[in-house]
């Protein structure tokens, strides 16, 4: 019996989620989960095509890669995430990102839950209502659910616990710098494990904000902003002001034309005023070699700055 290929683009809340949503699956009988390929120039160009030039470069990505799976699987898994916290939401790509899909791709199977804490519908009960839409046994579903659960929260814990023991041992001669963006932007393959790559080899060492107990992100947001409206940029500037006494230097990496992360940047930079900091934009035409210069003068900056309050 042929088994059901479950498409997972490598984009978006993938970079949150794998671990909870990979374990999901692959704990149900009968599925194969099958990932998208890290992001490359043909995913990039495809994504681009397929949508609005208005699109931020998140969403350009996220549709290049479904159109990679297109064909390869026989569903495609696109969560509805609107709301993970009561009295907050999330960016309205997540609320929409179900039916632009639908919208782009003609008669494109997706496989879909919705999360809407404010609203009482919970991860859970979505997630059963999949697994039921796969022919899975309710003993099935729970079980694959509570492992997928168990490993997604035993893999941010030690995530949590690396960062923690990195800022014990961190070489203090090195300038240290905290990189602000969201999961999706900061572990990309083709833009933000390049732009991470390219600091180490300068002899920076990394921060990241997505590392970070959500509970005391939110309630350190409120240091810089107390009526912001987005779960995830909570949790982002909530980081700085949890990693701020451990930091030489903050990069921003903001996708182009993202409103919400625009706006929580110039919020930052106008808040903090003592530590140095950079704003990289990127967008599908960023050019390497002036990506790789703005870098490495930042680098140069910092290390300068740290000399001299090691003298």
């Known amino acids: 019996m042929n088994k059901i290929k479950i498409g997972i683009p490598r984009a978006l809340l993938y970079h949150k989620y794998n671990i909870l949503w990979s374990n999901f699956f692959n704990n149900l009988k009968n599925v194969e989960v099958v990932v998208s390929p890290e992001t490359n120039k ?49 960016c309205t790509k997540f609320m929409g990102l179900t039916e632009t899909v639908r919208n782009i791709f003609d008669n494109l199977p997706v496989l879909s839950y919705t999360v809407n804490k404010s609203t009482f519908r919970f991860e859970f009960m979505g997630m059963m209502r999949v697994a039921l839409k796969l022919h899975q046994s309710p003993i099935t579903a729970v079980r694959a659910y509570i492992i997928a659960h168990r490993k997604y929260k035993e893999h941010f814990e030690k995530r949590l616990v690396g960062q923690d023991n990195k800022i014990k041992n961190i070489d203090r001669t090195k300038p240290v710098v905290l990189i602000v963006s969201h999961p999706y932007t900061t572990y990309d393959g083709f833009f933000g494990m390049h732009i991470s790559k390219i600091l180490g080899e300068q002899g920076i060492e990394l921060l990241y904000s997505d590392i970070v107990n959500p509970e005391l992100a939110h309630k350190m947001s409120k240091n810089l902003s107390s009526d912001l409206y987005w779960t995830y940029n909570k949790e982002m500037i909530g980081a700085i002001e949890i990693y701020k006494p451990y930091i030489d230097g903050i990069i921003y990496l903001v996708v182009f034309p993202c409103g919400p992360d625009a706006l929580v940047v110039n919020l930052c930079q106008n808040k903090i005023k003592n530590i140095p900091s950079a704003v990289i934009t990127l967008d599908e035409l960023q050019g390497e070699a002036g990506l790789k210069t703005r870098l490495e003068s930042f680098a140069d900056i910092l290390k300068i700055r740290k000399s001299r309050t090691n003298v």
């Open 42 to 90: 043909e995913i990039i160009s495809r994504g681009s095509s397929l949508t609005v030039d208005e699109s931020c470069l998140s969403m350009k990505l996220f549709i290049g890669h479904v159109d990679y799976l297109v064909g390869k699987v026989d569903y495609v898994f696109i969560p509805r995430m609107v709301s993970v916290r009561r009295g907050e939401e999330l």
